[in-house]
């Protein structure tokens, strides 16, 4: 059985914001010198806007269980007709600002530059068709619709005398009785700091599963753009270990 370390009557933060285990998971000793360049990048040139696909795919997951309709379907939908919101729509600018002085760059012997689109129709297809890819890849790598719950808020758990609060992706059940943490993550190739980040987030929504007795027997993130499954088995010694040495 884990022991939480909990030692107050009234936790530290308990008239403050919850601790988000999303913010947390950035900040821990394991990810101090990890390095932040990225591999596996699928798009080298023209790159699509990770922020944008990744918020139409869980919409669309999300719209698609609560009215029982057809995944692509639903994300045709979406993209059709919530279109790109206020930061969405700033990072896409950005990113064809960025490859309009890219491409005005002066070319030399050392460089040879490939052009890249600025064309924001050409941007916006490039964005559907990579999330119309990552809706159809999950589907057959992820989504069982009759062994997951969907968007699963855990909130006010204890854990070394820190109010955590925070909603999880996919909450699997296996067949043995345990269950599996998902995540989705959207990027367009991942170094070490953000695989280990990634990691973090699961293991602090498994202690917090733990804290309100639901076992967890591992963790998976799954990044469609990569199609890539990165897998952790759970221990006691192993999230004990995590409690000790990880968390403030």
């Known amino acids: 059985m884990l022991d939480f370390r909990n030692t107050k009557e009234k936790p530290n933060n308990i008239n403050a914001f919850h601790i988000s285990p999303s913010s947390e998971s950035k900040y821990l000793p394991n990810t101090t010198s990890l390095s932040k360049t990225k591999t596996n990048v699928v798009y080298e040139i023209d790159k699509p806007n990770t922020l944008y696909v990744g918020n139409n795919v869980h919409s669309a997951i ?33 990113q064809l600002s960025h490859a309009n002085r890219y491409n005005n760059k002066p070319l030399t012997k050392y460089h040879n530059y490939k052009p890249k689109d600025t064309n924001f129709d050409n941007h916006n297809k490039l964005n559907y068709q990579v999330g119309l890819k990552a809706c159809q890849w999950l589907l057959d790598n992820c989504l069982d619709y009759d062994n997951q719950r969907y968007e699963v808020k855990v909130n006010s758990v204890n854990i070394k005398d820190y109010i955590y609060s925070g909603t999880i992706d ?41 804290r309100v007795g639901v076992k967890i027997k591992s963790i998976k993130v799954f990044n469609p753009l990569e199609q890539s499954i990165n897998t952790r088995h759970l221990t006691d010694e192993f999230l004990q270990d995590f409690i000790d040495n990880q968390l403030r």
């Open 62 to 94: 999300e719209y698609s269980i609560e009215n029982n309709k057809d995944l692509i379907d639903t994300y045709e939908i979406i993209v059709k007709t919530i279109g790109y919101r206020d930061s969405e729509y700033t990072r896409s600018v950005s």
């Open 170 to 210: 996919v909450l699997h059940r296996n067949q043995d009785g345990t269950y599996s943490l998902y995540d989705f993550k959207n990027y367009n190739g991942t170094s070490d700091y953000e695989q280990q980040v990634q990691l973090n987030q699961l293991y602090i929504y498994a202690l917090m599963c733990e």
